[in-house]
């Protein structure tokens, strides 16, 4: 349907429609972004997770698989019931190596990050190394030859760990999914 087959009405709508922004146009858009910024304003952080999240870097390196996490309530070893609801325990799985982290609440905000690597093969853990990213920061940690490592005083939100084999591996490093401390 063409506009001449088009109600006159329907016509009208149309011609304004093609045709350039008026100042009109322009005060009505400006009170539609400032109702939109008031009634529905976007998320405290939402870009910084949008952009972390997209930052792979590291494209060439292998991601790691979430394979489980464990419900708080079936924790073992938890001195109370409330430290129990507050315990997170998560497992990524990638051909290099098999990773089990606990989080733990560490303060305001906080959490510890006690870690256990298991390398595929014959390859040992000690020598990997283990970075978080979180808040548009760092934290490393090596890994000792039990594969535990450990990182105190991390910022809850989103984060995502960095296993980076020994030199001498002749491996890629493995990068988990983001995932919320």
């Not at 309530?73 to 990773?99: H, P, W, Y």
């Amino acid at each position: 349907m063409d506009g001449r087959d088009m109600p006159a009405d329907k016509t009208a709508e149309a011609e304004l429609a093609a045709g350039a922004l008026d100042p009109a146009d322009e005060r009505v858009l400006a009170m539609l972004a400032r109702a939109s910024d008031e009634f529905d304003p976007v998320p405290a952080g939402l870009v910084d997770r949008v952009q972390f999240a997209l930052a792979l870097d590291e494209v060439y390196d292998e991601v790691a698989r979430l394979q489980r996490m464990t419900e708080p309530a079936d924790l073992v070893g938890a001195r109370s019931a409330e430290a129990a609801e507050q315990v997170c325990r998560i497992t990524f799985t990638a051909d290099a190596a098999t990773v089990m982290v606990t989080l733990t609440p560490s303060g305001p905000g906080q959490v510890r990050v006690d870690g256990w690597l298991a390398a595929a093969g014959d390859l040992p853990a000690a020598g990997w190394s283990v970075r978080i990213r979180a808040d548009g920061r760092n934290w490393q940690a090596d890994v000792d030859a039990d594969g535990r490592f450990s990182v105190d005083a991390v910022p809850r939100g989103l984060a995502q760990l960095v296993f980076a084999a020994p030199a001498q591996a002749d491996r890629h490093a493995v990068i988990t999914p983001t995932f919320e401390l």
